[in-house]
């Protein structure tokens, strides 16, 4: 008979599960060699049981802690639970089966305890280059075999002892293969701390008392859970929007959601959406699931770390070969751009029903820049920057949008210091700030964009991939959409500048300036119900300028920075 378990001992267990995910992430970070992990943090870890149920998590990027413990089931689903033997370290980075590009490397060892598999360590995080075509990860790819070298799970370790001529092979098909090596081993160490700090736990507290808090968790947690969708009118709600393109020039995207609530259990089709397409906008079904979960916990029980437990009310189903449910040989590079455009979309149409918690988009995208070449500063060594960039999130009930924040799927991302940056690369950020008037007005207004302007001191070639200029951030309940965004090259001796969005591999001479725009976030209310006093404080906050207040809030400020009431009374009357 299973123990039974205390309140207190059961709250103990919760929270040492989330500190032992929290060490990992801790020790990856640390211990990572290339910036875009221990700067950036574009990594996740979990804690997982031995059934492949997740105990704990770290801060990370959302759309990684959905689908870990999915990676764990497959590898179980192809070669049964005792495959995995003590002293294993498994490798794997298949977008149909991880659902993501090539470059998120999942590493998973099964934790052992007096010789019985007690659960998992498992990690993800964005190796800079695994042997694509092009540096990093191409923008115009049509098939998967130009992204890199795709792994399904592979043994790195086998009965503790490292598989030296696997490791050289992942080494030899890098651009940076000791820093890939690297970044490996920063994971295999987030294992290990998993492994020792629940060595400890069980050593406390014994299997019995652990597991029986383990299932007390999941319990309250889908109990939770499906309160709260029963609490929802039953229905069937929808919302549709577009991506711009492929990447390689096609017609705008459709991604179409609805979203069915039933008593205590909701449902996601992904029905309608774009076929798989030519471009590297696809994404495996894993992948898919984890967006839509992403959205849900945005909405549902939010104050609640996701477990077991978690997302037991919600199933997701997309058809094969959508954009949603990639098959080989769909090209995968770029899979974010419709999960970010799936999650608002999520909100969206839950909004009528939930207006308390829902908000305007968000600008939508990572909207990538990366520049790679040869630095002179450094015997002409071969770099690659690769940056997402921040835009503004949508506005909800009583509170305006965040400005200049990290897109929704990538959580907890952090800006590379400029210090860093310069350090590193052959490049100068020149300008960097909030873009005014970017943000969608409302009676609660959309966060704005960020301006980030570059300038690149060595011959080097520029990939880009911007989104949401089709289906910018759209506001709700009379909200005004945020902008689109938009990059502007000025190359040197040209009087003619581009305008561009994506493009893979244009030569930026010494002396180029790249300027970047992101969008802004969806307002929420009416425009001209904006507080007058709220929108003189935007303006001398640099948010929004003097004549966006006259034209959209109507809100006369004079150069004195004091509001007019006279004009502004009459303005909205008007």
Known sequence: MMASVDPVTTEIIRNAFVSIAKDMNATLIRSAFTPVIYEGKDCSVALIDPEGEVLGQSLGLPLFLGNLEICVKLIAEQHGWDYFKEGDVFYMNDSYMTGTHLNDSTIIMPIFWRGRRIGFAASRAHWLDVGAKDPGTPVDSHEIYQEGMRWGPTRLYENGQAREDVIDLLRRN???????????????????????????????FGEETIWAA??????????????????????????????????????PLPVKLSLTVDGDAMTVDLSGSAPQATGPVNCGITQTIAAARVA?????CSEVSPNGGSFRPLNVTAPEKTIFSAQEPAACGWYFSSLGLLIDLFIKAMSSVMPEQAAGAHYGDSMVITVAGQDPRNNDEFYLMIEPTTGGWGASKGRDGQSSLINNVNGSFKDIPVE??????????????????????????????T????RVDADSDLFLWFERSVT??????????????????????EQETLELLKVNGVKVPKGTIIRSRTGGGGGFGKAMERDPQAVLEDVIDGYVTIDHARETYGVEITSDLEIDQTATEALRSA
């Open 472 to 493: 910018t951030a759209w506001g709700l309940f009379d909200g005004q959409s945020g902008s689109a965004p938009l990059v502007v090259v000025e190359r040197p001796g």
């Open 174 to 204: 890098s651009r940076f293969g000791e820093s890939t090596v690297g970044d490996m081993n920063a994971q295999v160490a987030a294992g290990r701390t998993g492994e020792k700090r629940m060595h400890a736990l069980f050593d406390r």
């Open 296 to 300: 849900y916990k945005l909405l549902i």
């Open 420 to 449: 860093i940056f310069e350090s590193k690369y052959p490049l100068q950020l020149t300008r960097y700030g909030i873009l005014p008037d970017s943000g969608g007005a409302g009676t609660w207004r959309g966060g704005n964009g």
């Open 451 to 454: 301006y980030r302007e570059y």
């Open 214 to 251: 383990r299932d007390e968790i999941f319990r309250q947690t889908e109990a939770s859970e499906r309160q709260a969708v029963s609490d929802l009118p039953d229905g069937t709600y929808t919302a549709e929007g577009f991506l711009d393109n492929d990447g390689l020039g096609s017609p």
